[in-house]
């Protein structure tokens, strides 16, 4: 098993990712690699205890910053943490990256570095949305932006294997994201989605609402990646401006400020329970290797979480299954 | 001017929707019809003091529900409050009908009985998102499931007139819906339309990321139907999500509650700013004549507003604004 991480990649980078690693090793028993600009790394480790032979430093001179733009950036910048990164996890068998920096470099190096599983169209981008019922699956949230439907069946299976290897759950439910729940509705891509799905060997809900998605209806929340980019945006978007448009309302009145300060703890619980960075990062899943996208502003605590999911991700074999059970379907003659 | 109400339509119909009527005939310098069964409108009636010259009845003896197939629905019952009501609004010059009924059998009829604006390809539905920054306009909120570019032309035209005239947004900002704010990002959809767009003479801001929308970036949200009922469901069931498992989290512990009392009207404003029953209902753009679609749940203040809505739409000459500004652009060429 090979974990190598972005060391250089997202907001709170190179700090909160070296940390992190250190938090990983101190915690699970495995080994890591961080890349990057090595006296950077050193700089950052050597501020930490832990056990010296367990993180290993691999050297990359260059960083693909969030606005470069990401095929490009894939191409020209070879001696990156990311390229450097994607050639290893292309180079050795059991191996998985972690970086939380820019989304669209990594899908990128995904499919030019690392390539994909055999039979599988498009790799997909599948972060966990955090519900009121558990952990959801979100596939595809904005890799391919123009899907068909032997596509959305493919994200179906995927997700399927990820939420039954990684998160724990028997039978996972697949929902398609619709615009009602009844068979007949949607557009073209969710019509003839929809019989490919009912006729797969899956636990196919059926359709579901974008409403119902805080309450956890489906365990796979399946969709095109333009429709699941808005979905997941939104999410963000939304919960936060809320949480702090209430805050701001609160603090804006004495008595305000006074039930604020008795509802401290309740606030917290419930920010918890949503919180993204519990379950790690987004799997890229279809490519032919391990790769993980830790959230843009991850601190210590969540790229800690991304490398235990990459962990565990590696050891339950997930492009193993993938592989096996796309096999099963022959595509062609959908 | 004629106003047409729906009586029947409505989880609160007729108790609510009378109640309505009556707020507008004693607030607003109007007469109005109410279309539903005579007695059980009567009865309503009876229960409040108003002048009686300006609220008038039309029975009808049939009632469409919301599980209804909408098509089937307006084709068989023809003595439907929201089929009378369609066909009096296609007979009279400047009429406008409100109902908080079968969304998709407002659609259907208003395509079915009512029929499109001159030069306009497809009609869509308009609601109003409340965001930080005042009202923004959601077009399509799912009337068209798969769109064409010069249709997205179309809905960025009809919002930018109803925002102007009915809102009073003077060159109102055009956002088109998208999964980063660079110009060639997107779909195929995305990407044409953003050059008609770029093209036209509308006040366009370019790409707006969901994330942007709570913060009021653009007066016009401009998508296909599919993307637009996913936005809005979303917004609508995370929006209420949050609030009741804040409210649960709170009420769970003593101190909690005594915060919770302390907030009580913090909570209210809150709520109250983002109240979409003070801006009345949805219009379905671009049928000829004026068709305000209510929420299911209003109550007689959301209706009393679906009312001013409809006498502005109205008096403004929506409808002629339309037609004028379609005409304009020849589609055929695009």
């Given at each position: 098993m090979k974990i190598y991480v972005d060391g250089m990649g997202g907001d709170n980078s190179p700090v909160e990712i070296v940390k992190g690693c250190v938090l990983a090793v101190n915690e699970y028993d495995i080994g890591l690699t961080i890349i990057g600009t090595y006296e950077i790394i050193e700089k950052e480790l050597s501020k930490y205890k832990y056990n010296k032979s367990k993180i290993e430093i691999i050297n990359a001179t260059e960083i693909i910053k969030n606005d470069d733009e990401p095929a490009l950036a894939i191409k020209r910048k070879k001696d990156s943490s990311i390229v450097v990164g994607m050639n290893l996890v292309r180079d050795n068998n059991n191996a998985v990256l972690i970086s939380a920096g820019n989304t669209g470099a990594l899908l990128a190096g995904g499919l030019l570095k690392i390539g994909r599983i055999k039979g599988i169209l498009r790799p997909a981008l599948a972060p966990i949305i955090p519900t009121k019922n558990g952990p959801s699956l979100l596939?595809?949230?904005?890799?391919?932006t123009d899907c068909k439907p032997k596509q959305l069946l493919q994200f179906a299976i995927m997700g399927s294997v990820y939420m039954e290897k990684?998160?724990?759950?028997?039978a996972p439910r697949v929902g398609l994201v619709n615009i009602g729940t009844e068979k007949n509705k949607g557009n073209d891509l969710t019509k003839e989605t929809f019989k490919l799905l009912k006729g797969s060997n899956l636990n196919f809900i059926g359709n579901i609402e974008t409403r119902d998605i805080p309450y956890g209806v489906t365990d796979i929340i399946v969709c095109d990646g333009f429709t699941g980019n808005v979905i997941l945006k939104l999410i963000e978007g939304l919960s936060s401006f809320i949480l702090h448009s209430l805050k701001e309302n609160m603090l804006s009145t004495t008595k305000g400020k006074m039930g604020a300060l008795l509802l401290k703890s309740s606030l917290k619980n419930f920010k918890d329970q949503f919180?993204?960075?519990?379950?790690?990062g987004a799997p890229f899943l279809g490519v032919n290797g391990g790769l993980i996208k830790a959230h843009g502003s991850s601190n210590a605590y969540a790229i800690k979480n991304a490398i235990r999911q990459g962990i565990k991700y590696l050891n339950q074999e997930v492009n193993k299954s993938i592989s096996e059970e796309i096999k099963k379907i022959d595509i062609s003659e959908i």
């Open positions: 596939i595809d949230a904005g890799a391919n990684v998160i724990g759950i028997e919180d993204y960075s519990e379950h790690g």
